[in-house]
């Protein structure tokens, strides 16, 4: 998993598991493990809400209550860092869940 959340291949940690921002791999380019058969589906996006809103709530909250910013500075400061914070955060999820199937040889990992 924690070499997902590098976006490396679980197998051998070196290959990239992704070809572009989210699009995995057929295979690994280093060891030629398979990863098309991967599911990670809409995972990873959740994952991302959950966590970006789960940490961006309490800090707005704090940010309003101690600064009184401007409704607008807050709104544009806080956008800014929510959509920073999920760029940050999907691919590298994607990568921990196709690292978590790999890992739990689901959805065709463990059938060679």
């Given at each position: 998993?924690?070499?997902?959340?590098?976006?490396?291949?679980?197998?051998?940690?070196?290959?990239?598991?992704?070809?572009?921002?989210l699009?995995v791999?057929?295979d690994c380019?280093?060891?030629g493990?398979?990863?098309?058969?991967?599911?990670?589906?809409?995972?990873?996006?959740?994952?991302t809400?959950?966590?970006?809103?789960?940490?961006?709530a309490?800090?707005?909250?704090?940010?309003?209550?101690?600064?009184?910013?401007?409704?607008?500075v807050?709104?544009?400061?806080?956008?800014?860092?929510?959509?920073?914070l999920?760029?940050?955060?999907l691919?590298?999820?994607?990568g921990?869940?196709?690292g978590?199937q790999?890992?739990?040889?689901?959805?065709?990992?463990?059938?060679a």
């Open positions: 998993m924690l070499r997902g959340w590098h976006r490396r291949c679980p197998q051998c940690g070196t290959g990239p598991m992704l070809k572009g921002y699009k791999r057929d380019p280093v060891c493990e398979p990863l098309h058969h991967h599911r990670a589906d809409d995972g990873p996006a959740y994952l809400i959950l966590i970006v809103g789960h940490l961006m309490p800090v707005i909250l704090w940010a309003f209550t101690t600064f009184r910013p401007d409704p607008m807050l709104a544009t400061v806080f956008t800014i860092g929510c959509v920073a999920s760029l940050y955060l691919p590298r999820l994607k921990l869940m196709v978590l790999w890992a739990k040889r689901m959805h065709g990992f463990g059938s």
